[in-house]
């Protein structure tokens, strides 16, 4: 049996503890933000693995994240905290930030170029702790070479969210980008 580990709680969950709340999946270059909002993202969990396979129409941007609470992003000058390792060993570390920086910042929009990445969320929908972000990536960057970053975000609030948005640093999504969204079981 494969196993997700994911550390929010010290929480192990198999794959049979994840479910799939929605994937979506670009038809056109016109997509700007995907969002997943309180629909799915709901005091049933508290825990969210979601797994991301998109590129950008933009040459050399990065992938990022915000949170929704009350309906409303949270896009604050100091709403965010990362620390992460970039391929190369470049270092980020701060926490003023108004995103989550989820990807190296050069992902490419060429033939094969593209980012994957694992993003677990731990406690988005609590009110007691907060919502902390581990991710995971590899990605063809925008010089065709392998570009890599790993690393942790944490909202500087204690408010529980109920949505995400998935965005470039510039431009949209190219077609066949696609995210998928999935609940872990307590």
């Known amino acids: 049996m494969a196993l ?3 550390s929010a709680q010290g929480l192990t969950a198999d794959a049979t503890n994840l479910v799939l709340l929605n994937t979506v999946t670009t038809t056109d270059a016109t997509v700007s933000d995907i969002d997943f909002d309180s629909t799915y993202i709901t005091s049933t969990y508290v825990n969210y693995i979601v797994y991301i396979n998109v590129k950008p129409v933009t040459d050399g941007t990065n992938l990022r994240v915000r949170f929704f609470v009350g309906g409303t992003i949270k896009d604050g000058s100091s709403d ?4 992460a390792l ?3 060993a470049a ?3 701060d926490n003023d930030l108004d995103y989550i920086p989820i990807s190296s910042s050069n992902i490419g929009n060429g033939n094969g170029e593209s980012v994957f990445i694992k993003l677990e969320l731990g406690n988005l929908t609590s009110s007691t702790f907060s919502s902390g972000a581990l991710f995971n990536n590899t990605s063809l960057g925008s ?3 392998h570009t890599m970053r790993f690393g942790s975000g944490i909202a500087n609030y204690q408010e529980a969210n109920d949505g995400i948005r998935f965005y470039w640093g510039t431009g949209n999504f190219a077609s066949g980008s696609t995210i998928s969204l999935y609940g872990v079981k307590s």
């Open 80 to 83: 965010y905290g990362v620390g």
């Open 86 to 88: 970039t391929e190369g």
């Open 91 to 93: 270092s980020l570390n």
């Open 4 to 6: 997700i580990k994911t």
């Open 143 to 145: 010089t065709h070479l």
